[in-house]
């Protein structure tokens, strides 16, 4: 005998092959229907809204005189909303979005009146390895999940702890099958003993507990009023004598944690595609989407949250409200349909609206926010903003305006080192004045914009340094493009020859020959999956034709260029024409005092159903691909056998992975790190001396689903009755992609970030001027700000220690206060030092919620540490 918790619920994708205009128009139906049963059914004790927010935001947007009557059963716990935004994807957002999806999602729910303590994904593709970490960091202990799971090689039992990298234990229960178990459950017989019983004896098998759960719902279901007499009568009729009845989570939650003594516990990823597919090629699926997503994932992290920080510091009001509305429309798009890209054209156009209107924002407010903090600087100041927690040595890019060709920037003592990488001449137009005899147009001088590396010294952490930019007495030096096809710095060295790109480290003395090769060959797949063309070949280019090299005293630039024959689609790749060519345009840089050579690769897509990637050779032999996650690095084995997976597996686990940003792979006392923007897709291809680095740049498609692929055999993903054609999926257009790698000795936690930092971190910087209004978008409006003590260099805070910043956000409840998300990347324990807080007025360790933890300052190696930092009263 046992108690079966029965979960009614819907399944809310907010879009998918349907937009979510369509969406808002059923759930003003459906939830409606969903709190007049509720409210009229003592017997209905409680429904689930999909674990997210975002769904009711959208409801009460629509029907705004529902909300009381809404909060009212959200409070009584009738009603289970939260603790997401928007049910996400644990693989192709930055960890950072997905601590604020649940800090959203809990603050809107509890804002309603509660906020279901369950880490509810019941859907999305596979689960990273530090999901405990950032639920337990929210305050929540457990997860109830889907897909991903493998109980040969995971665990043996349906709950058990899931333990993450940096340490975190959570309680773990997975849907055996699925969401939709008891979807339309009914009373008759034949239902009862051919479908729901034998379910909850397989159910119970993997439990072994005599209490499991069984959700009852599915995609877009509506509320059935019938439940509680259908579960009375599955009861009656029940072989086992077994209890069915209405239940919650929360509740099924709370008997996991009372009857956990004999738990296993796990630590890793689930994403093996073994009962449910995972569509481990996701990652690589509408390229533009994901591209855009990083950058303004980027633009929010490191740009706008640190100027916002500053102006809090000298006591600007700044409207938050603008950064939750940028950051909610991002939230709003990584559901895992949505970012995952397995959607209808209509609905990617929707998506793309919503990720440009973020970057509006983002960049709207970033301008105002940095006009206001320089209005106290001089015209033709230059602020350079450091926003890592240590001082900043080394170049920085700077875009100047002056009415002089010759331009010195000094610091006020000494004049600063500076190259011009490009000099514009721009026209300055006409201005209209208003005279006694109307308006008069009168012209305006022609001025300068330049491109410069400055060479800065010890720029404030967390802060920024006011420069000024002069008239200079004699020609800035510039680079020069020359017929050399070698480019150095003072580590590196990369040449070109006889048709091939060569890289060495000058230190080490390791060289790498055919550095890259692009690969190119049919997808006979979907939108949900890549899958090969069973009689393809892929194509590879045989060299790559040097173009032109830059060469200057900071940087050092090599263009070069690749051609491809290529066949236009499917039916012409099977006839073996290749009619087209796909050309890539390649940039390698060097920049003085960097470790790193960059690359970035335009191209113009005119193929259709094909996947492209660059294949980066190494030095390195290794059974193992390192990647990285939410403050943790992932490793994963290369080329693990395959051989019958059509036997065990619902698609090909092949080892095509996805990473946060960076790849590596190391081998005893040398590594190759790989770090890309937006770039989520890569394999580790095993050679007889060498591997290769498979990063994945884009995969085109025109279906949102197909039958019978080659890795994925049987029914399409998603609508299978049905052909969604996705044009748009194609990507029939001009791409860039950006990357850059590095030869390290070790692919260390902390060497992986040391990279990616150099990559991503990189300072800013701000002009106050008068001679160009269009730079960014706002400048020439003119905004009248508070006068204040003007201030020349500024640093929030220092850290000491080897920690890592990975956020410094506003608090929700706190108005003149930010959060400091940092974590460890070392291999030890860390006691922070509160000393280099002592200057503001209030110290508070926190949760991801801002609620106050009552513990040391220690932070445990793959781990963070929040807190809160008021700054004194102005």
Known sequence: ??????????????????????????????????????????????????????????????????????????????????????????????????????????????????????????????????????????????????????????????????????????????????????????????????????????????????????????????????????LAAATERSPNGDVYAISSMEAFIDFLRHNSDDFETYQGEFKAPRYARIHKTIASVRYDIKKLNFEIEQFLLKKLEVVVA?????????????????????????????????????????????????????????NLVVKEIASTCHDNDVMIFNGQITAYSGLVKVVAFSHSGNILLTDGDKILPIEVLSRETLDGGKVIEVTKDGEKEVPVPPYYRFELNVTVDRLPAMGYQVFQLVEGSESNVQVTVCEQQVIENQLLLVEWKEGQVHLQDKQSGRTISQLLTFEEQADNGDSYDFSPLESDSPIYNQSIDWVETQVGETQQVMRLRVALDVPVDLANRENKHNQTQAVFDIQLMLVQGYSQLHVDIVTLNQAKDHRVRVLINSDVQTSTSISTQAFALMERPVAPSIDGWRDTYRECPIDIETTDGAVAIEQQDRALVVNGRGLKEFQILKGAQNDKVALTLFKSTGALGKDDLLWRPGRASGINNTVVHTPDAQLQKSMQFSFAIALTRNASHGTVREQERQYLDAPFSYQKQSLNNFENRLERFQVRFDQRESVNRVSLFEVAQSLEISSVGHSFYRDNAVILRLFNATDSNIDLALSSFDHFSLVERVNYREQLIEDDMVVRPNNSIDLRLTFQTH
């Open 1 to 230: 005998m046992a108690k079966v918790h029965v979960i009614p619920h819907t399944h809310w994708d907010r879009e998918w092959y349907f937009t979510q205009q369509d969406s808002d128009v059923l759930a003003t139906y459906n939830f409606t229907k969903v709190i007049e049963t509720l409210e009229c059914q003592p017997s209905y004790a409680c429904y689930h809204l999909d674990g997210q927010s975002a769904i009711v935001e959208d409801y009460l947007k629509v029907l705004p005189h529902m909300r009381d009557r809404m909060a009212k059963l959200i409070a009584d716990k009738k009603l289970f909303v939260g603790p997401w935004y928007t049910q996400t994807d644990t693989y192709n957002v930055a960890g950072e979005s997905i601590i604020r999806n649940l800090k959203y999602g809990m603050h809107i729910a509890e804002q309603l009146g509660h906020s279901m303590k369950v880490g509810y994904l019941p859907d999305t593709f596979g689960h990273n390895a530090q999901m405990p970490t950032l639920f337990k960091g929210m305050g929540i202990d457990n997860i109830v999940f889907w897909r991903g799971i493998d109980y040969d090689q995971h665990i043996n039992k349906s709950h058990f702890f899931w333990q993450s990298t940096g340490g975190d234990q959570i309680h773990a229960y997975n849907l055996v099958h699925g969401y939709g178990a008891a979807k339309n459950i009914v009373a008759t017989p034949e239902h009862l003993d051919k479908k729901i019983f034998p379910m909850i004896e397989k159910i119970k098998s993997l439990s072994g507990l005599n209490e499991v759960l069984i959700p009852s719902g599915g995609d877009q279901v509506n509320i059935d009023p019938a439940l509680p007499e259908t």
């Open 310 to 366: 500053i102006a809090k510091s000298q006591g600007i009001t700044v409207h938050t409200e603008l950064i939750d509305l940028a950051w909610k429309k991002i939230l709003e798009c990584h559901a895992h349909d949505s970012i995952g890209g397995c959607n209808s054209d209509a609905t990617n156009a929707d998506i793309m609206h919503r990720l440009k209107q973020a970057q509006e924002i983002c960049h709207g407010l970033f």
